[in-house]
């Protein structure tokens, strides 16, 4: 299974895991998040984003969700990708996470595919796309 680690401004990442729970009704397996405060020094936190990257992973690789591409979040991030085995993925919302949950044991070029699309066709118009 494909372990999710969520790095994201300030508590952002734990309000999305705690909604995740809310709507599954139990939390995931293999999954974690790391909240990037204000004052944090982004190569004091290195350390902490990879002991987290270690425990959400079993083997079939991790990805990593962030919020704001180019932020601090996401240049913590990048320094933990390995392409094939640690991707990330930047915008990370509800239904772009719900949807990996569900395609994390179909590979992983399949759950960033899914991903993606999931957070593109959660955004929409509500009273224009009903």
Same mark, same amino acid.
């Given at each position: +299974? !494909? $372990?999710? @680690?969520?790095?994201?401004?300030?508590?952002?990442?734990?309000?999305?895991?705690?909604? &995740?729970?809310? /709507?599954?009704?139990?939390?995931?397996?293999?999954?974690?998040?790391?909240?990037?405060?204000?004052?944090? #020094?982004? @190569?004091?936190?290195?350390?902490?984003?990879?002991?987290?990257?270690?425990? *959400?992973?079993? =083997?079939? =690789? *991790?990805? *990593? +969700?962030?919020?704001?591409?180019?932020?601090?979040? %996401?240049?913590? %991030? !990048?320094?933990?990708?390995?392409?094939?085995?640690?991707?990330? &993925?930047?915008? /990370?919302? @509800?239904?772009? @996470?719900?949807?990996?949950?569900?395609?994390?044991?179909? $590979? +992983?070029?399949?759950?960033?595919?899914? %991903? /993606?699309?999931?957070?593109? #066709? =959660? &955004?929409?118009? +509500?009273?224009?796309? !009903?």
């Amino acid at each position: +299974m !494909i $372990g999710i @680690l969520l790095v994201t401004h300030g508590t952002m990442g734990e309000a999305l895991l705690q909604n &995740v729970c809310h /709507v599954l009704n139990k939390r995931p397996p293999l999954m974690d998040q790391l909240g990037v405060a204000a004052q944090d #020094d982004p @190569l004091d936190i290195l350390p902490l984003a990879h002991r987290l990257l270690a425990e *959400v992973n079993e =083997g079939d =690789g *991790v990805l *990593v +969700m962030t919020d704001i591409y180019g932020a601090t979040p %996401a240049n913590v %991030a !990048i320094k933990l990708l390995q392409p094939g085995v640690i991707e990330g &993925v930047a915008g /990370v919302n @509800l239904p772009m @996470l719900l949807r990996a949950l569900t395609y994390r044991e179909k $590979g +992983m070029e399949t759950m960033l595919t899914k %991903a /993606v699309s999931g957070a593109r #066709d =959660g &955004v929409l118009n +509500m009273l224009k796309d !009903i």
